[in-house]
């Protein structure tokens, strides 16, 4: 049997990043695995309220990794400030296990959502598995790190076993990142084989864009699953075409639905207009056209950057309900509350795509970082690129504003994967580069 278990742990101390702004009045924080809001406003003087107000954090315990907060600049700091590693037991690194040469099958077979109280070694338990397999099909870094309402992926051994069987001699490593589909999110699927193989595929019957690197030897595949995609099976189809012949794969992937939730938007001063659905898909349709062209070269090199030194007002996914209505539609970036002229950084290198004035969006700007990956800013001040620019990350590329179909100054952020809004959240958290 070609299959070997293998866990992917990446141990290492975290570190606090400063950055004064330019008037000197506040600085940066980026945050950090293992750190909480508590923590952080300790280290600069604050109490967690103070510090939850200064960036318009509703709910303190609901902060990501890599999220930029404002924090009063301090003087006397001249260097990064340290905090304790608390993702490892020592404060010595310890290198990552590589797939370099080994077989990977890590495939989902049912799902557990988190709940209260739960730990990950009680959730193995009950499965039969240990808490290193649950880790790492999760794609799970830290296993003292999981939250009530989250989405586990159970691998099944008799699914990796009947894969086995179907996939070609000259696969050795098949492997879904993070190990789950999920409504609103991106899944990777990273493909190595031994002969140089032409693959090509469809996930729940529409076409997959395949990238072959390294003399058609290693092969990655990203999808991003729409918005309500309804939880349930769905196929997974490749053909695989080497110097052998042409084999085929199908196997039925589990989706699960994506835990968000709703709010209420008032608009005012007319633009309520712009709720006009022929307005919107006009919109979206431009969108679309902008985001249609794939891009072989991959700009990006790891994961995004935050876009602004703001807190999160509304994430992705949220159901909306305007002046009212139904909740009828979703929230399809995440909101960032700048106050107006803060400057928009680039996340990742790309080429500017969009500068446009739009009726919904504003003053919007599309960045296409290759790969079929796309980043957008919506609801600009200022926009300071034109298309065909090629931007670097941390180049900023506008101001945060408030025109076109908003409430108040803020940046809405977007990242399209393929044609489909994704959480673009998931990818300042995650890194889709191996």
Do not use: C, K
Not at 5 to 33: F, K, M, P, T
Not at 152 to 173: K, Q, Y
Not at 268 to 278: E, I, P, W
Request: hydrophobic letters at 40%; zero cysteines.
């Amino acid at each position: 049997m070609r299959f070997v278990a293998l866990v992917l742990l990446l141990l290492g101390a975290s570190v606090s990043v400063l950055a004064q702004n330019s008037e000197g009045d506040y600085g940066i924080h980026v945050v950090q695995r293992g750190e909480n809001l508590f923590r952080i406003a300790l280290s600069y003087d604050l109490t967690t309220e103070e510090l939850a107000t200064l960036n318009g954090i509703q709910n303190p315990a609901d902060i990501q990794v890599g999220q930029r907060l404002l924090v009063p600049a301090q003087a006397d700091v001249a260097a990064p400030v340290p905090t304790v590693a608390l993702d490892s037991p020592s404060s010595t690194p310890t290198a990552p296990v590589t797939p370099s040469d080994q077989s990977i099958i890590s495939l989902p077979g049912t799902t557990h959502v988190v709940q209260d109280g739960e730990t990950l070694f009680r959730i193995a338990s009950a499965y039969g598995l240990t808490v290193a397999d649950l880790a790492a099909a999760n794609d799970i870094i830290d296993p003292t790190r999981i939250f009530a309402g989250q989405t586990l992926s159970i691998p099944n051994t008799e699914a990796v076993a009947a894969a086995l069987e179907l996939l070609p001699e000259t696969v050795d490593t098949f492997y879904l990142v993070p190990g789950i589909f999920v409504e609103g999110r991106t899944t990777q699927l990273r493909i190595r084989t031994t002969l140089p193989t032409e693959i090509t595929g469809t996930f729940a019957d529409v076409p997959m864009v395949v990238i072959a690197d390294n003399e058609q030897l290693q092969h990655t595949i990203l999808v991003g699953t729409p918005v309500f995609t309804e939880a349930g099976e769905y196929p997974l189809q490749l053909l695989f075409s080497d110097a052998n012949g042409v084999v085929e794969f199908e196997l039925l992937f589990g989706v699960a639905a994506g835990t968000y939730g709703s709010e209420f938007i008032n608009l005012q001063d007319g633009r309520d207009v712009l709720l006009n659905a022929n307005v919107e898909e006009a919109e979206l349709d431009l969108l679309r056209n902008a985001t249609a062209a794939f891009t072989p070269e991959r700009y990006w090199d790891g994961s995004m950057s935050i876009p602004v030194a703001a807190g999160i007002t509304s994430r992705f996914g949220t159901l909306r309900s305007y002046n009212g209505g139904e909740f009828d539609r979703y929230h399809s970036g995440t909101d960032f509350a700048g106050a107006p002229g803060t400057p928009i950084l680039a996340p990742a290198p790309g080429r500017v795509v969009l500068a446009d004035t739009l009726n919904v969006r504003g003053n919007a700007t599309m960045i296409d970082h290759g790969w079929g990956i796309y980043t957008g800013y919506w609801h600009q001040s200022e926009i300071y690129v034109v298309p065909g620019d090629f931007v670097t990350t941390g180049q900023t590329i506008g101001t945060v504003g408030s025109t076109g179909r908003v409430t108040g100054a803020h940046l809405h952020w977007e990242l399209w994967v393929n044609g489909v809004p994704v959480d673009p959240m998931q990818w300042v958290q995650q890194d889709f580069v191996w």
